[in-house]
């Protein structure tokens, strides 16, 4: 099945959902990775700094847990799950995806943030991630006025070439560091858990996550859904689906991940749909190459927190 999947022209019959036509080339794209200093690398996976020349920028934003996000170039929208169309406020948090969001930007535009972890979310903001999933919502409003007079200074510095976008992003880093606060011991313990649950197998079964969460199945579907977005099953299939995309974007595969995808859906159409609902992509796309947005935010480091 995944030898095939190199070879597919996706459309015909419309089971491998919508083609991503009309994205931003790759090439007219460049980003900055910064890793995350030490104090804050439980919470956040990477610090980045985006830009894009262009006067229409096109893009998708993968399935995620939640960015702190600043944009100092350009003007659009994210084309939300729920159906919502949110603009991108200069000083913004992401709330957790529970599916692929197309963005649309008037360009140029920039962007620096961080991409937070799920226990980032949790003691970063405190909000309930399933109450709260799907929207982009302007920062001052859901963190108050400490990151809302920083993330406005910071954009203000960086158009007058005063900092960075890399001194930028530390900022955002350092702001993040200062702002956590303490997670409910055993709820820690059990996003823990969830994690090592979610990077034991692509089809991790349910059963297993209750007997080694030391909750109740009904709590823990209440915690799934408080800490990241969706409950066990639903979560599950979202990250399949991440880690799946992770390796097609692999140059070559090993026999036992090519088995191991294999193993994991249906059919190959199944896959298709799968991927192309939370990344964005098909994997016949992704074996093409994709933007490096897309790509960092599938790679393996940052999916770390489920062992990959």
Not at 113 to 132: D, N, Q
Not at 226 to 235: N, S
Request: glycine share 10%; aromatic share 8%; proline share 7%.
């Amino acid at each position: 099945m995944v030898d095939s999947l190199k070879q597919m022209d996706p459309g015909g019959d419309g089971s491998e959902e919508q083609p991503d036509l009309g994205l931003t080339e790759s090439s007219l794209i460049v980003i900055d990775y910064i890793a995350p200093p030490a104090a804050i690398s439980d919470y956040v996976t990477t610090l980045y700094h985006f830009r894009c020349e262009e006067p229409e920028i096109r893009d998708v934003q993968p399935a995620s847990v939640g960015h702190l996000t600043i944009f100092p170039r350009g003007k659009g929208e994210m084309h939300l799950p729920s159906g919502a169309r949110d603009p991108n406020p200069k000083v913004a948090l992401l709330t957790p995806l529970s599916a692929a969001s197309p963005i649309t930007v008037a360009g140029p535009f920039h962007a620096i943030g961080a991409a937070l972890s799920p226990m980032g979310w949790a003691a970063l903001t405190g909000l309930h991630a399933g109450e709260h999933k799907d929207r982009l919502h302007d920062g001052r409003a859901m963190l108050g006025d400490s990151f809302g007079d920083l993330g406005e200074g910071l954009v203000a510095r960086y158009l007058a070439g005063e900092m960075t976008g890399r001194e930028c992003a530390l900022a955002i880093g350092e702001f993040i560091g200062r702002a956590v606060r303490p997670v409910n011991p055993r709820h820690a313990e059990f996003i823990k858990v969830v994690n090592a649950w979610l990077g034991s197998s692509l089809n991790p079964q349910i059963d297993e996550l209750v007997g080694k969460a030391s909750y109740s199945e009904r709590q823990v579907q209440r915690l799934c859904e408080r800490y990241f977005g969706l409950p066990p099953q639903a979560l599950a299939r979202k990250y399949r689906a991440l880690r799946a995309a992770a390796l097609l974007s692999f140059p070559s595969l090993t026999q036992e991940f090519e088995a191991e995808l294999g193993e994991a859906f249906f059919d190959q159409s199944h896959m298709i749909r799968e991927i192309n609902r939370f990344v964005g992509r098909t994997p016949a796309r992704l074996r093409q190459g994709t933007s490096p947005y897309l790509a960092e935010m599938i790679a393996p480091k940052n999916l770390r927190e489920l062992d990959t």
